[in-house]
Each structure stands twice: as structure tokens, then as C-alpha cells.
């Protein structure tokens, strides 16, 4: 049995199948590939059985989004490394090397996240994950490469291998044995920010997450739900709430959730302001949807919550008034 399981989910995505698969074919020798389909009504079946019969096929019930979609997936998969890797993202040569090599000799390690550059401008860096993830005080998170919409170009700043609080769901490596015990993603996000929760779920258990430069993808990026869309801004403030209500430190619980909710009232008038009264509607809906589900969620809490979870305290702060716009210029 090969090592690495790379697994993509994929949803109606017979043109993306068609683009990207061949990357992943050509440079995973290493590798069982399988691609999961969230019954796609498109032909994308058909695509997977006739011109790439290499692929392993696993086939969902229904549309399952992201979380729930590979929780159910990969209880099929018995390979002890999986690849997490959206279907719009293009690998490269040697890109699984390094990570077996990580995981074959750091126990300790549990999460790996590769290098991530735009597949529209391969000089960048790319919005989702970048060099590794962080999360401020307040629980934003924010990226080595990327702050905010601000991207930067890859000149070698990053070329390293550094711990990180959260790997993106676009390309994210994780032990088998540890993505059982963390019970998989919470299905009730159905997407975005649930591998924020996950790599937070395992760092409270004393889990180690990298980055590595050594292994380099380009990705594509809001191909299956792009940001004018509110439904997306309706899941990331939404889940961003779950998120803090599940992992967040007993005593600074209340005081960030309140302040939370307060900015994100600041987000949705400036919205409002800028025309896009879509989105601002979108907030509300994701804070009542927070409110019915505050009871469920404070009883997901785990025993542990540790409280040195963020790196820098308030990236807003540095962001958007100190005019800090990239990592490097970021003090702890």
C-alpha cells in the first residue's frame, strides 16, 4: 500500500477535472489518487471513468460540502497520509517528496501545508493559505504571503519550513490516525474555515502543524464559490463565531465573542455603504444562525482550550491603521 492518499472532492467540476487531474497524475507516483464526488449532476462521472481511469472513484450520497463531504470520503481511505487538495489546484514536480519525508521522520507532526501560488499569476502568492496560516487575539486569520487582499509576490521570503497554527483546506496534509481522532471536520460548517477548527482542534492537543517550501502547488482559488457570492460571506462569519464558541480559552470566551459580533456590525454598514447590501444581509443571517446554534456549540467544547493560540495580538490594528501590510513587518 502506497503511503499518501490524495483525495480531491469534487462537485460538478467535469471542466476542472479535465484541467487539473493530469498535474496530479503526472507528479503523484507516490501517491493513490481518488477523486470523491458530492453527487455531481454533471458528467462528471462519466469524465473520471472514460479519460482517467487511473483514478480511484468514491461516491457521496449527496452534496455534502467540504466538511461532511470528505468526513465521508475518507472513511474509505486506508492510506496513513492523506492529501486534502481542491480540484483547482495544479501540483508540481517532487511536490509529495518532502512531505513524506516530514511525516516519516516528525512524529510530532501531524499537519503540512505546501507553498501556495496563483495559478493566474504564479508570481504571487496565492489569497487561500499562502505560507501558513495564523489567527490573531480576536481569531482572524491571516496568512505569511498574505494579509488581508493584500498578496505578495514570491521573491524567496518564505522559503523555509516554520510551525503554523492552521493549514488551508486547498492543499492540507494530515496524519490518517490523527484525522480520526479529531473525529474529522465539524459538518456542520459545510465549508470554509472548518480546517481552521480542525488544525485548532489538534494544537489544543498538543499537535504540531508546518509549512514547507519544499513542496510547491498553484491554486486557482473561489472556483466553486468566489467572494461577490454572500453565501460565502454568510458561511465565513458564521463559522468564524463557531469556530472562537468551540476553541477559544474559558475566560477570554465572552470578551472576544462580544467584540467579535461588534466589528462584524462595523463589516456589514460597510458593506452597506459600498453597495453590496447582499452581503450585509448576509452577516445577519450568519449571526441568527449563530444565536440558534450557540447552546450546541459551547457544549462541542473540548476539555482543553490552551491560550497561546495566536501569534500577533490584533491584526485589524496593524492592518488597516499602523499600515502594516505584510507579514515581515508584523512584531509578535
Not at 152 to 168: C, K, L, P, R
Not at 204 to 218: P, R
Request: net charge positive; hydrophobic share 40%.
Amino acid at each position: 500500500m502506497k503511503k499518501v492518499a490524495v483525495v480531491i472532492l469534487n462537485w460538478n467540476g467535469t471542466q476542472l477535472l479535465r484541467t487539473f487531474l493530469p498535474s496530479v497524475l503526472r507528479y503523484s507516483n507516490e501517491a493513490t489518487i481518488y477523486v470523491a464526488d458530492n453527487a455531481s449532476t454533471d458528467d462528471s462521472l462519466d469524465v473520471l471513468k472514460n479519460e482517467f481511469p487511473a483514478i480511484k472513484i468514491i461516491q457521496n450520497k449527496d452534496n455534502y460540502g467540504y466538511a461532511k463531504g470528505y468526513n465521508q470520503a475518507l472513511k474509505a481511505v486506508e492510506e496513513p497520509y492523506f492529501a486534502l487538495v481542491n480540484s483547482d489546484i495544479e501540483v508540481t514536480e517532487n511536490w509529495l517528496d518532502r512531505i513524506i519525508e516530514l511525516f516519516d521522520n516528525q512524529p510530532e507532526t501531524a499537519i503540512i501545508q505546501p507553498k501556495i501560488l496563483d495559478y493566474k499569476e504564479k508570481t504571487h502568492f496565492e489569497y487561500a493559505g499562502a505560507a501558513g496560516g495564523y489567527i490573531d487575539a480576536l481569531g482572524y486569520p491571516y496568512c505569511r504571503g498574505r494579509l488581508f487582499d493584500t498578496l505578495e509576490e514570491d521573491n524567496g521570503q518564505y522559503n523555509d519550513e516554520v510551525s503554523i497554527f492552521w493549514a488551508t483546506g486547498a492543499c492540507l496534509f494530515i496524519r490518517k490516525r490523527v484525522f480520526e481522532e479529531l473525529k474529522g471536520f465539524d459538518a456542520d460548517f459545510f465549508a470554509h474555515q472548518e480546517e481552521i477548527d480542525l488544525c485548532w482542534r489538534a494544537y489544543n492537543l498538543g499537535y504540531k502543524a508546518m509549512y514547507t517550501s519544499k513542496s510547491v502547488v498553484y491554486h486557482v482559488g473561489g472556483a466553486t464559490l468566489n467572494e461577490a457570492n454572500p453565501k460565502k460571506t454568510f458561511l465565513n462569519f458564521r463559522n468564524s463565531l463557531l469556530m472562537l464558541t468551540k476553541n477559544l480559552p474559558k475566560n477570554k470566551l465572552v470578551p472576544i465573542l462580544f467584540s467579535r459580533l461588534c466589528l462584524d456590525g462595523i463589516a456589514g454598514i460597510q458593506f452597506l455603504v459600498q453597495g453590496r447590501g447582499k452581503h450585509t444581509l448576509a452577516i445577519l443571517n450568519a449571526h441568527f444562525a449563530f444565536y440558534k446554534l450557540l447552546k450546541i456549540y459551547l457544549n462541542k467544547r473540548e476539555k482543553t482550550q490552551l491560550n497561546t493560540y495566536y501569534l500577533h495580538k490584533n491584526i485589524i490594528w496593524s492592518y488597516f491603521i499602523l499600515q502594516k501590510k505584510y507579514f515581515t513587518r508584523l512584531k509578535c
